[in-house]
């Protein structure tokens, strides 16, 4: 790995435990953007799962960057997997499908790994044995321990109706008129609340706010928009915190929504020049002017306000590239180019901003 300068506002957060094991991020709208064969893909790892869909425009390089060695390791054991196993096995592995820990054990044990991805990732199975890898990320846990809350809000009669719902006009109809909104609202009180996100999820190093006047102000109609946008069976979220796990494929993340979009990324990542590497985006934006496409992820949440003013900065700069970037609560002040993406995507939380050349159909 490479030698890296630490700009994050929460240093902690990049410690050796695992941050995200599944994807709070649905990167089909990023690969609708990607161009075909593209000289040079970058994108931030998180839990991997991000990376594995930008793989199905076959770029020619991909770079993948975080500052987490953890989380690193975990997206080699997805490149890994994805190109070693087919869709069955991957979906077992990770945990979409029921399988048995020794099952899980054997796939592991089956595939060809760098020492350094083995060694953590191995460590990090064992100690949570029994619990299926996509659910093992704080983040992930954070969800499951919301779930028990909202067991104490929800029957689950109410949990089952929401759940049933399998087109918008049915989701429509129980929304409207059945849907227990204020329980609801009082949820999300309490997970607006500063203190529950530093305790449950940001250690201490809750992102800034500039895009509302309070946490609930700008969680409040995120929600309502995420409810309204399909039935809570499409969207991985709810089915963690109404559901405790992911039970309806419809809901799954993009890189396992199919067989075949799973071989498309086979195939492109086993013709793909691939490079993990630990180093911070704006230096590597700094010192590689001629990638062709970004992916960024929330990046802004766990950067200081200089280091996410300079990186705002070189994405505005730099007129050769296309780069897609997500943020919620906090938009540097230096990000005043771009345009935002109003087309869908499975979360429905992030507000999404493409910059670079050809943006005219960015907003379909």
Not at 18 to 39: C, F, H, R
């Amino acid at each position: 790995m490479e030698s890296w300068r630490l700009e994050s506002s929460n240093p902690a957060f990049f410690n050796d435990r695992l941050n995200y094991s599944l994807s709070n991020e649905d990167t089909s709208i990023e690969v609708s953007l990607q161009p075909q064969n593209a000289d040079t893909v970058v994108t931030i790892a998180g839990s991997g799962s991000r990376v594995l869909p930008l793989f199905r425009k076959s770029p020619k390089e991909m770079v993948i960057l975080d500052l987490s060695e953890q989380q690193l390791a975990l997206t080699d054991l997805r490149i890994q997997t994805l190109k070693q196993f087919d869709y069955p096995d991957f979906l077992k592995l990770f945990g979409y499908e029921e399988a048995t820990t020794k099952i899980r054990r054997r796939l592991f044990a089956q595939l060809t790994l760098d020492e350094r991805t083995r060694a953590r990732m191995q460590s990090h199975l064992e100690s949570h044995e029994d619990l299926p890898l996509i659910y093992t990320g704080r983040w992930e846990q954070t969800m499951l321990k919301l779930h028990k809350v909202v067991k104490t809000l929800f029957s689950a009669r109410e949990i089952n109706q929401m759940f049933d719902c399998k087109t918008d006009k049915e989701w429509s109809t129980y929304y409207f008129r059945s849907f227990p909104h204020f329980r609801w609202a009082a949820l999300v009180r309490l997970l607006a609340n500063t203190q529950t996100l530093n305790t449950l999820l940001y250690r201490g190093s809750h992102p800034r706010l500039n895009m509302a006047s309070s946490n609930y102000e700008y969680f409040a109609p995120r929600f309502k928009e995420m409810f309204r946008a399909g039935p809570p069976r499409k969207n991985p979220f709810f089915q963690l915190i109404f559901l405790g796990k992911l039970q309806y494929p419809e809901g799954f993340p993009s890189e396992v929504e199919s067989e075949t979009s799973y071989l498309e990324q086979k195939r492109g990542a086993l013709n793909s020049d691939i490079t993990l590497k630990r180093q911070n985006i704006h230096e590597y934006l700094a010192t590689h002017p001629s990638i062709t496409f970004a992916s960024l992820s929330d990046i802004f949440s766990y950067l200081t306000p200089e280091a996410a003013n300079e990186v705002s900065s070189l994405l505005a700069s730099n007129a050769s590239h296309s780069s897609v970037i997500r943020y919620y609560l906090y938009r540097p002040i230096e990000l005043t180019t771009g345009q935002l993406i109003r087309q869908s995507d499975k979360m429905n939380f992030y507000e999404i901003l493409q910059l670079g050349p050809n943006l005219s159909h960015a907003s379909s």
